[in-house]
């Protein structure tokens, strides 16, 4: 750290004292994240010939997702990956088996992404010291 020329010091990233230790904060911090990224991509532009239309996958015209759920359920779901990449490469490292109940866990996850399902994974991951 060096001093700033106002006389503050400044790091290259977040202070031990300033994140957040409760489980859930810290997975609604990484929503929060990815939802940056999720606005960042939809606002981004790109030649028309290239865009695709979005369709909100399991989803039916009778129950249709505001623009807000669906970058919401995105935003989880990049969450989800992230923690998925991280888990896979801890096993390929270490040759552990599958952690037991965190497949529950995923599955629930998949088949209902919202905040409470997504912090159960998260869960199994922090045991193992995955979210650091």
Known sequence: MSPRPNGSTRSNGPQPDELPQNLTERVLAR????RLDVDLRAR???PKSK???????GTSPADPQTPEETREAESLKRVFRDM???YRRYRSQTGEPVVPGLRDAAYKFRAEPNISSLVAVAAY???LDLLS
């Open 125 to 127: 991951l922090d045991e």
């Open 44 to 46: 981004a532009t790109r």
């Open 84 to 86: 998925g990449i991280s």
């Open 31 to 34: 929503v929060a994240d990815a």
């Open 51 to 57: 865009r695709r239309r979005q369709v909100a996958v």
